[in-house]
Every structure is written in structure tokens, then in C-alpha cells.
């Protein structure tokens, strides 16, 4: 006869059993880490349009082609992914091929998430599956003719996706390896970090960067020392992912976005994972950058434009305040060679993100309003090119077609 601590100790091996399992036999371990691997590739940043409808789909998606419009992929049969079965699925995850057997459109990372494992892939399934299913019939087609032709994506795919999982590199330690796992698949970085082609291709021999993209210029994140993360150390990118914010720079934009839907719910495990393999990258050629003069005429109208509207905030010698207002002395973002998202965000300001490592989220106001396109340029020249920094000058041509554009998109 068993024993009673035996009796016990079996009853609770079956209950853990039935609660891993559920009573439909489904494993709820494999639907959590679906649910981590979901938030962990910002899945809701692109299916889930402003509203109560989660993954429901309707967030339209600005290429250098036109909108994009994401799909729903809730478990509705008739809208959603409800009678895909698991190699559609993944066939559409790591192919780029619908269910129905066309093509996706690289607006979906397919041309990344290749490289995700099949068990991954299964996980992230298992977890859509349990959403609440939404009835909400999405019209994806919306690029102009002929880029509207999806068999133009055979010839696409040929040229410029490698499909293929992710192999490890048995040089490198398993922190490393996870980290390539997640940047190069999962987290997709370089669908928005590395510059395209005229043809929406990555261009591989200027890797992660920087790209200018839906008003924004996502910046260099390789390890160069000026224009990159290279002066960053590995906890100054596990607290930038976490939280928004460190010594150096505040999330805002579409990176806000990111690090609210995803990144600051990843683990710190991971993103460390994530900071080494970034830092161990292969930065680019340095480039030798000298200044604008000091005596140049737009130089010191920006420094008196600075001293009047900025030095309040980021301090007279540009130092800021450490995850608060980020500095602009030695900031990567500032010296981009492209200056896209710095005048945006002086012609209309931005909010940093919150998170519950930083739940301030400072925001700074807009300066169109008050400052001319002369002016902006100034004192972005002055920005870029002070406290050591080093950049092109901005000119007011520059700022005009910011202006345009983001008057456009206001309408």
C-alpha cells in the first residue's frame, strides 16, 4: 500500500500536470512563452490598431510605397488566422506566404522572423489562439498598381530575403548567441535600423546603421563611437530597453513605442543577451568629422537661440539631466549624419516614454510655432556641431520639407 506522503506527492504531480495541460489538453507553459516571444517581437505594435480590439488588425503602415495596412490575427474564421493550421502559420511567419498561397509584402518581417525556430513560431501560434477572437475584415491591399501586384514579390525575394533559422556561432557564448537570436529574428532591429534600396531591400554592407523612416530617422545602433552605441556600455542599453531612458537618451517616437509594448516587458536576462551581441558588432569605418567653425554666422545664431529656449532643460554645455532630459554633448542621435528626427522634434516636440523604471516620461514642447526655418536650422547646426560633436549642417530647406511633411500628416 503507498504511503500517504506518497499518496499526496502523486495528487500534486497530477495537479501541476492538469494545470500545465488544462482540461483540453492544452499546454499552457508553450501558450506563456508564446506570450513572451509575442511581446518580445513587438506583434501589437503592428496589429494592433489604437483601440479595444487587441491584434485585431487596421493600423495602417507607412513604407516609401505607400500604407500597408496589418492584417487581424486574432482566431476569427472568417477575418483572422482561426482556420489557419500550424504550417500556414509558420509557412507565413518565416515564407512570406499567406495561407491562400500569395505573397506578403516585406512590411511583414518575414525576411527576420526566418530565422525564428519552428518551436517559436508554434508557441506564438498556441498564444493567438487563446485571444478573443474579432470579427474585423481588413483591406491589406492598399499600395498603388503596380506595387500593388503581390506575384512581384516572387522576383523581390529572390534578390534581397535568405530564408533560412538561425544558426548558432559555437565562437561565441550562449549569451551572445541568444542575443543574435533575438535581434537578427525575433526583434527584427534591422527591419527599421538598417538603410534600404531604392527597391525596399536591406542594404546588408551598411547594417543597423540608421534609417529615416514614417518622419523618423532611426538611428545607428552598431558600435560606432560618434554616431552609434559605441561609447554606450552594456547596462546603458539594458537600462535604454527597460525602462526608455538612460544617461544618455529617452526613447520617444517609434522607439517609444517599442519599449512600451515591448522591450521593457522582456527579461533582463534577454536583454543583456541583446546588449552584447550589439556591442560585439562590427563598427563601421570611422569617418574623420570636423565641425562647423564657431565664427560661422548660423553658428552663433543657434547658440543664442540655445542659450534663450534649450540650455534651460539640456544645460548650457548640453549635458542634460541623467534619464531625465537626455544630453545632447556626445549624443549618437544628434551627430546622425541625417538630422530627420532632431528637427522633427524641435518643430514639434515629442513626449519620452513611461515605463515603471521610469514613469516621468518628460516631454519637450515644439519650437515651430516660434522659430523659423532659419532659425531651427541654427540652432540644430549649433547642437550638432558643439561640446565636441560633429555633424552636417542642417539648412532651412531642410526644415521646410520637415514642415511640409508634418503638416501633411497632421491632415
Not at 504511503?3 to 504531480?13: E, F, K, N, Q, Y
Not at 495541460?21 to 517581437?41: H, I, K, M, N, P
Not at 487596421?58 to 513604407?63: K, N, Q, R, S, Y
Not at 529656449?309 to 551627430?335: D, R, T, Y
Amino acid at each position: 500500500m503507498r504511503s500517504r506522503a506518497a499518496l499526496l506527492a502523486a495528487i500534486g504531480l497530477a495537479a501541476i500536470g492538469a494545470a500545465k495541460a488544462g482540461s483540453d489538453g492544452q499546454d499552457f507553459s508553450q501558450v506563456e512563452r508564446g506570450r513572451y516571444l509575442t511581446v518580445a517581437g513587438d506583434c501589437a505594435g503592428c496589429h494592433t490598431k489604437p483601440g479595444p480590439q487587441d491584434f485585431a488588425g487596421g493600423l495602417p503602415i507607412e513604407t516609401p510605397f505607400g500604407k500597408v495596412v496589418a492584417p487581424n490575427i486574432t482566431p476569427d474564421n472568417e477575418t483572422g488566422i482561426g482556420l489557419w493550421s500550424d504550417d500556414d502559420f509558420v509557412r507565413a511567419m518565416r515564407e512570406g506566404v499567406r495561407r491562400d498561397g500569395e505573397h506578403l509584402f516585406p512590411a511583414m518581417p518575414y525576411t527576420y522572423y526566418t530565422k525564428i525556430k519552428r518551436d517559436d513560431a508554434l508557441a506564438i501560434r498556441a498564444y493567438l489562439a487563446t485571444l478573443t477572437a474579432v470579427n474585423n475584415s481588413v483591406q491589406a491591399d492598399q499600395l498603388p498598381f503596380p506595387l500593388s501586384l503581390r506575384g512581384d514579390m516572387v522576383a523581390w525575394n529572390k534578390l534581397y530575403f535568405t530564408p533560412g533559422e538561425f544558426r548558432s556561432n559555437s565562437d561565441k557564448s550562449s549569451e551572445w548567441n541568444r542575443g543574435a537570436y533575438l535581434v537578427e529574428g525575433l526583434m527584427h532591429c534591422g527591419a527599421c535600423h538598417t538603410p534600404k534600396n531604392i527597391a525596399g531591400g536591406d542594404k546588408t554592407d551598411e547594417r543597423l546603421q540608421g534609417y529615416a523612416l514614417q518622419g523618423w530617422f532611426a538611428p545607428d545602433i552598431t558600435p560606432d563611437k560618434r554616431r552609434g552605441i559605441g561609447s554606450w556600455s552594456v547596462d546603458d542599453l539594458v537600462a535604454y530597453l527597460k525602462t526608455g531612458h538612460n544617461r544618455f537618451a529617452a526613447a520617444t517616437g517609434p522607439m517609444a513605442d517599442e519599449v512600451a509594448k515591448s522591450s521593457s516587458k522582456m527579461t533582463d536576462a534577454d536583454l543583456h543577451a541583446v546588449a552584447t551581441y550589439l556591442k560585439d558588432g562590427a563598427a563601421p569605418k570611422e569617418e574623420s568629422a570636423q565641425p562647423v567653425a564657431a565664427a560661422d554666422p548660423g553658428m552663433k545664431m543657434g547658440a543664442a537661440i540655445y542659450a534663450d529656449e534649450c540650455s534651460a532643460c539640456h544645460a548650457p554645455a548640453g549635458k542634460g539631466i541623467a534619464n531625465f532630459f537626455p544630453a545632447l554633448a556626445g549624443s549618437p542621435s544628434v551627430q546622425s549624419d541625417d538630422p530627420t528626427s532632431a528637427i522633427r522634434v524641435v518643430l514639434a516636440g515629442t513626449q519620452s516614454v513611461a515605463t515603471n523604471g521610469a514613469p516621468t516620461a518628460p516631454s519637450m514642447p515644439g519650437f515651430g510655432w516660434l522659430l523659423g526655418n532659419r532659425q531651427v536650422a541654427a540652432v540644430l547646426t549649433y547642437v550638432r556641431n558643439s561640446w565636441g560633436n560633429a555633424a552636417p549642417l542642417v539648412t532651412a530647406d531642410d526644415v521646410a520639407k520637415r514642415r511640409t511633411a508634418l503638416t501633411k500628416a497632421d491632415k
